[in-house]
């Protein structure tokens, strides 16, 4: 699955997110739209701090298939994903351990890759840290991913 069609794959399951991948969107190298990872990453917790826990769960499912059906570019984007809802999770009401009970085997595996890169990454400067994160899970076309 390419990056597009990852992209209305998840619109399938939220249909009001068509609407915001217009407003707010990246842009992908062919012009089309993608999905911000970190906006999608808000509107889950905020899905969860609403108590929609099956609408979180379907988001999480989604990401598990897009782990396991996704070229490398889906797999970097879930990744992103991933970090994006850790770093809301951490001031969110709801907290991260509320979402860990959300995760497949790989988006938990994905999960625990950045937890360690991140407890890695504690004596490090800020900038330091953020660079090394960004390469983790932006990893250049030649290499293989790191955590997917």
Avoid: Y
Wanted: charged fraction near 30%.
């Amino acid at each position: 699955m390419n990056l597009q069609q990852a992209m209305s794959h998840v619109v399938q399951a939220f249909p009001e997110l068509e609407n915001r991948r217009a407003e707010s969107s990246t842009w992908h190298r062919s012009g089309e739209p993608i999905f911000d990872e970190h906006d999608f990453a808000r509107f889950i917790a905020k899905e969860m701090a609403q108590g929609k826990n099956r609408r979180v769960q379907v988001a999480f499912d989604r990401m598990e298939e897009l782990l396991c059906s996704g070229v490398t570019e889906v797999r970097d984007w879930v990744c992103a994903f991933v970090e994006a809802v850790q770093d809301v999770a951490g001031w969110k009401e709801t907290g991260e351990e509320g979402l860990v009970r959300f995760l497949g085997p790989e988006t938990r595996r994905a999960w625990t890759a950045l937890d360690a890169i991140r407890a890695d990454l504690a004596e490090c400067s800020i900038l330091e840290a953020e660079v090394t994160m960004w390469r983790a899970v932006h990893h250049t076309a030649r290499g293989a991913s790191q955590v997917g």
